[in-house]
């Protein structure tokens, strides 16, 4: 039987993607910046994504250069947004520290604010062909499967364990091919749910097909409730303009435009004349709505509120239109609530 590596190449060439908008390149910005959008994010959705932030900055220089808010306008919507900041913080460093020059070394690229291990090897192996094993969530998956490691990936112990298998099976020479496989082979044939086994290079010596084991591996993450908070988010509107405001750069949205937010029992209209120095004429309560992120669950209720014309616009924030609104760097939910914002 063939070397699993070798079995990993050749369905690759013959089965594999070959048509993704950051492949037939050694452009080692471009595959950095689609390592980093595809984490914990699909292909699908980020397409899109990377065609439009390549054709606005379409090298390391631009990107540098680039402000913050016009980095996060691009990444609105692709959520995990502290990965667009480690972009252009590393993009800063590279062209301040090392001439604009990308490192090959993946000890060295996973030093770069927002790549880790796999991250580096992934791009190392991409655009310089060097030797590194990868352990993306797809990988994992493959290689739980096919070595039958029980237990759930995100354990240190399965992990380590996961890492040492990886290691165990790089091929010396076509890593390049290897490496876009192993992604690959999770993505259209080892899924999570239904995988397509028959059609797997790897299946023969698999131990989840063999036992019939593959509902069960990898072991899913221990489930936990997901804790909820409750908000009240303020659209404020004086003369068609809607007040938006900075986040803090760290936290959940660090650094984006968002709406101001209260507790659920706060007094808006109060905390309008109180805090902003602005008088309301009217309110409006909006629908209610939810939105999911991975360690909890925000429930929104949106408040629209008329002003009186304004004397002073505070540090932090700033007033616009919504339809310009919706070019700045918005959260997903607050995104929803301006594209929805009624001024009749």
Request: net charge positive; with cysteine; proline share 8%.
């Amino acid at each position: 039987m063939k070397s699993f590596a070798s079995r990993i190449i050749r369905w690759q060439q013959c089965h594999g993607r070959h048509a993704l908008p950051w492949q037939a390149t050694h452009d080692p910005y471009r595959i950095w910046l689609s390592e980093v959008m595809l984490q914990q994010t699909q292909v699908a959705t980020v397409i899109p994504y990377f065609e439009r932030f390549v054709a606005r900055f379409p090298d390391l220089p631009a990107l540098a250069a680039a402000h913050e808010d016009d980095v996060l306008a691009l990444w609105s919507g692709l959520g995990y947004y502290s990965r667009a900041r480690n972009l252009h913080a590393a993009a800063r460093t590279l062209v301040e520290s090392h001439d604009g020059i990308f490192p090959a070394a993946a000890d060295i690229i996973a030093q770069l604010p927002g790549v880790g291990r796999s991250t580096a090897a992934a791009i190392a192996a991409l655009a310089f062909g060097q030797r590194g094993a990868i352990l993306d969530g797809n990988v994992k998956r493959v290689l739980a499967r096919h070595g039958g490691i029980a237990g759930w990936p995100g354990d240190r112990n399965v992990e380590t364990a996961l890492w040492q298998l990886a290691e165990s099976h790089l091929p010396r020479n076509a890593i390049e091919a290897y490496t876009q496989g192993m992604m690959d082979l999770g993505a259209l044939a080892c899924t999570r749910s239904r995988p397509a086994c028959p059609v797997c290079p790897v299946s023969t010596d698999c131990v989840a097909f063999t036992q019939h084991r593959t509902a069960e591996l990898p072991t899913p993450r221990p489930k936990k409730i997901l804790p909820e908070k409750q908000v009240l988010m303020l659209l404020l509107l004086d003369r068609g303009e809607l007040m938006l405001e900075k986040r803090p750069a760290q936290g959940i949205w660090g650094s984006l435009w968002s709406l101001p937010e209260l507790t659920p029992d706060a007094d808006a209209a109060a905390h309008c004349r109180d805090c902003f120095g602005l008088t309301p004429l009217a309110q409006q309560v909006l629908p209610r709505f939810s939105h999911s992120f991975t360690h909890f669950k925000l429930h929104i209720q949106p408040v629209q509120m008329q002003l009186a014309p304004r004397q002073i616009t505070r540090p932090g924030q700033i007033w616009l239109p919504p339809t310009d609104a919706l070019n700045a760097a918005l959260p997903t939910p607050v995104r929803r609530l301006v594209a929805q914002l009624d001024l009749t």
